[in-house]
């Protein structure tokens, strides 16, 4: 079965300063992963997704994850953290393969605070 | 382009009665799900329609909740009676067909309905 894990359920950086979200993934087929971000009183909006191409994936607002198959991960970096990204985030999965719902399966989300 | 729409956006019952949460996905995608989060807990996966046709529902949790999608358009998700655990928060997800060529998988959210049973 696929899960996911979020290493934090809160972290706080200064404003400017690297951020950085921990997630890793358990999958024994090739996965498709995803972060979404939840600001205050909104939905889950995509910020990238990995479906096996580049390794290396770029979101929107200079949020970047990179996938290593061997260390199971899919951590979502930005180098400058903004007021603006104070927000819970949350990586998942997709059993493409295991099934043909393609369902998502969430790690328990992580809260960004940005401090000034 | 609308995007997915869910309502009420709040609720608040009593324990043993009856809510009816309602989604409109993205006009002509042909998926919808439905997730919940319990608070404190991680969003888990309740169901999954195509077009009309419940594809998946091995997350529902009982037989008191109970999911429709009539036409294949706007689904509902009716809880009855509601318990004290059934409340957190219901998202709505749709996303296209992913046999079609070019199309990558990734599933458009609602804002959620807050349900709260008290």
């Known amino acids: 079965a696929q899960s996911v894990t979020q290493l934090g359920s809160h972290v706080s950086v200064s404003e400017g300063a690297l951020v950085l979200l921990r997630c890793n993934y358990s999958s024994s087929v090739p996965p498709y992963l995803f972060w979404y971000v939840q600001y205050p009183n909104q939905g889950l909006q995509l910020l990238l997704k990995y479906t096996s191409a580049a390794t290396l994936v770029k979101g929107i607002n200079g949020f970047e994850a990179e996938f290593k198959k061997s260390e199971t991960s899919f951590h979502l970096t930005k180098p400058s953290a903004h007021m603006s990204d104070a927000a819970e985030y949350f990586c998942?999965?997709?059993?493409?393969?295991?099934?043909?719902?393609?369902?998502?399966?969430f790690g328990q989300g992580t809260t960004l605070q940005v401090k000034p | 382009e609308a995007g997915v729409t869910q309502f009420p956006s709040h609720s608040v019952i009593e324990k043993g009665q009856t809510v009816t949460l309602r989604c409109d996905p993205i006009s002509g995608h042909d998926n919808l799900y439905w997730y919940r989060r319990v608070m404190g807990k991680e969003i888990k996966f309740l169901l999954h329609f195509v077009k009309e046709s419940k594809q998946d529902e091995s997350g529902m949790p009982n037989n008191r909740f109970l999911a429709e999608r009539t036409g294949g358009t706007y689904s509902t998700l009716k809880v009855q009676p509601a318990e004290l655990e059934d409340s957190g928060v219901y998202f709505c997800?749709?996303?296209?067909?992913?046999?079609?060529?070019?199309?990558?998988?990734?599933?458009?959210f609602g804002p959620g309905t807050r349900l709260t049973v008290t």
């Open positions: 997800a749709s996303s296209q067909d992913k046999r079609l060529a070019g199309v990558t998988y990734e599933q458009y």
């Open positions: 998942a999965v997709s059993d493409q393969w295991s099934s043909n719902t393609g369902k998502l399966i």
